[in-house]
T-cell receptor
Framework: AQSVTQLGSHVSVSEGALVLLRCNYS??????LFWYVQYPNQGLQLLLK??????LVKGINGFEAEFKKSETSFHLTKPSAHMSDAAEYFC???????????FGKGNQVVVIP | GAGVSQSPSNKVTEKGKDVELRCDPI?????LYWYRQRLGQGLEFLIY????????KSGLPSDRFSAERTGESVSTLTIQRTQQEDSAVYLC?????????FGPGTRLTVL
């Protein structure tokens, strides 16, 4: 079964600084990988996804993530944090033979002015 | 509307009561999922419907939990004899071409 590890439940970042959220997964077959964002009192919104092809994936709001098979990682980055980036971020993996998503525990991002 | 909708947005109930949570998926999406998000935890898969196939119920935590879906439309998640550990946000998602679109969730509080 696939699983996802996100370390550090709370992440503080200064406004304008790099945002880096780490995600490692385990999967017996090539996975589909996702990052979702959840703003307060809202549902999950897809930030970006990797299925096949280019391993560097660009998403909404200036975020990007790189699939590294050798490291079983899919870390999320944004060069310059904005106050509006304060939210909870979830990494998820789905096997294409199995449509279920397995989620990490999430990172609560706080942006410090 | 254009997105997945869920009702009610909030539900407070007493221990031992039954509750029903509703999900309206995006029209045309054949797959529908229910997840549970407990405080400080990631999302846990509960159940998955795909068209007319038998649902994948492997994530349901106990026989107090059940779900139904009528065709490719509305789904209801029922929790019988609620317990305090059932308190969570219950999220519904519908799927199109491998991407899941989530509703805003129902926050269930069991007193």
């Amino acid at each position: 079964a696939q699983s996802v590890t996100q370390l550090g439940s709370h992440v503080s970042v200064s406004e304008g600084a790099l945002v880096l959220l780490r995600c490692n997964y385990s999967s017996s077959v090539p996975p589909y990988l996702f990052w979702y964002v959840q703003y307060p009192n809202q549902g999950l919104q897809l930030l970006l996804k990797y299925t096949t092809g280019a391993t560097l994936v660009k998403g909404i709001n200036g975020f990007e993530a790189e699939f590294k098979k050798s490291e079983t990682s899919f870390h999320l980055t944004k060069p310059s944090a904005h106050m509006s980036d304060a939210a909870e971020y979830f990494c998820a993996v789905m096997n294409y033979g199995n449509n279920r998503l397995a989620f990490g525990k999430g990172n609560q991002v706080v942006v410090i002015p | 509307g254009a997105g997945v909708s869920q009702s009610p947005s909030n539900k407070v109930t007493e221990k031992g009561k039954d509750v029903e949570l509703r999900c309206d998926p995006i029209s045309g999406h054949t797959a529908l999922y229910w997840y549970r998000q407990r405080l400080g935890q990631g999302l846990e898969f509960l159940i998955y419907f795909q068209g007319n196939s038998a649902p994948d119920k492997s994530g349901l935590p106990s026989d107090r939990f059940s779900a139904e879906r009528t065709g490719e439309s509305v789904s209801t998640l029922t929790i019988q004899r609620t317990q305090q550990e059932d308190s969570a946000v219950y999220l519904c998602a519908s799927n199109n071409r491998g991407e899941q679109f989530f509703g805003p969730g129902t926050r269930l509080t069991v007193l």
